[in-house]
T-cell receptor, first 112, second 111 residues
C-alpha cells in the first residue's frame, strides 16, 4: 500500500524555470492538499482540493497552480521559479475534511 | 483568516521530565488533530479530537480539546529520546474544507 507518493524527492531550479511536483494517492481519498514548509517553520497551505475538478486557494497560492483531473493525482505547478519558493513541499490527502487523518507524502525539497 | 498558534516554540527537556504544548485558534474549530514530525521527516497523524472538553490518551501522551473548541493541549509524561520532533496541531474552522496547521512546538530530549 503506497499511500501518498511525491516525485521528485529533490530538485534544483534556476530562477525563471518551471516545474511540476507530482502527487498521487491510492487510498481513494477525496481531499488533497499542498503545503510548503520553510526551514524551522510550520506548514502553510498552498492549494487544496475536495474532489476531482475542484480546487481552491490556501494561504500562500501566489506563484503556484494546481489541477485535479482525477481522484488520485494532484500536481503542483511552479511557472516562474523564484528564490522565495525554496522550501520543502508536502502533499497530503484525507478521506473527508473532518473525521479522518491527513496522510502525508515524503516531501519534495526544492532549491531555487 | 484563521490563525493557529502554538506555545512554546521550542522546549528542551531531560529524559524523564514532562512536556506540554498548547494550541490556540483564532476561530472555533470543528475538530483538532495532532501530528508529529521527526527531524527530516514528514508529519504523521497522532490523534483527532472532535467533542468539546474531550480528553484522549495514547500511552504517555494526553490530548485535550478545550470547552470552547478554540484551544487544545498535548502533554507527554516522562519524555523519552524517541519523543524528539516537532508537534503540530491542525484544525478545520467551522465548515471550512481547508486544514490549517499550528506553528508547531519543537521538542528536544536529552539524557
Amino acid at each position: 500500500n503506497a499511500g501518498v507518493t511525491q516525485t521528485p524527492k529533490f530538485r534544483i531550479l534556476k530562477i525563471g524555470q518551471s516545474m511540476t511536483l507530482q502527487c498521487t494517492q491510492d487510498m481513494n481519498h477525496n481531499y488533497m492538499y499542498w503545503y510548503r514548509q520553510d526551514p524551522g517553520m510550520g506548514l502553510k497551505l498552498i492549494y487544496y482540493s475536495v474532489g476531482a475538478g475542484i480546487t481552491d486557494k490556501g494561504e500562500v497560492p501566489n506563484g503556484y497552480n494546481v489541477s485535479r483531473s482525477t481522484t488520485e493525482d494532484f500536481p503542483l505547478r511552479l511557472e516562474l521559479a523564484a528564490p522565495s519558493q525554496t522550501s520543502v513541499y508536502f502533499c497530503a490527502s484525507s478521506y473527508s475534511m473532518t473525521q479522518t487523518a491527513a496522510f502525508f507524502g515524503q516531501g519534495t525539497r526544492l532549491t531555487v | 483568516g484563521q490563525q493557529v498558534m502554538q506555545i512554546p516554540q521550542y522546549q528542551h527537556v531531560q529524559e524523564g521530565e514532562d512536556f506540554t504544548t498548547y494550541c490556540n485558534s483564532s476561530t472555533t474549530l470543528s475538530n483538532i488533530q495532532w501530528y508529529k514530525q521527526r527531524p527530516g521527516g514528514h508529519p504523521v497523524f497522532l490523534i483527532q479530537l472532535v467533542k468539546s472538553g474531550e480528553v484522549k490518551k495514547q500511552k504517555r501522551l494526553t490530548f485535550q480539546f478545550g470547552e470552547a473548541k478554540k484551544n487544545s493541549s498535548l502533554h507527554i509524561t516522562a519524555t523519552q529520546t524517541t519523543d524528539v520532533g516537532t508537534y503540530f496541531c491542525a484544525g478545520n474552522a467551522g465548515t471550512a474544507s481547508k486544514l490549517t496547521f499550528g506553528t508547531g512546538t519543537r521538542l528536544q530530549v536529552t539524557l
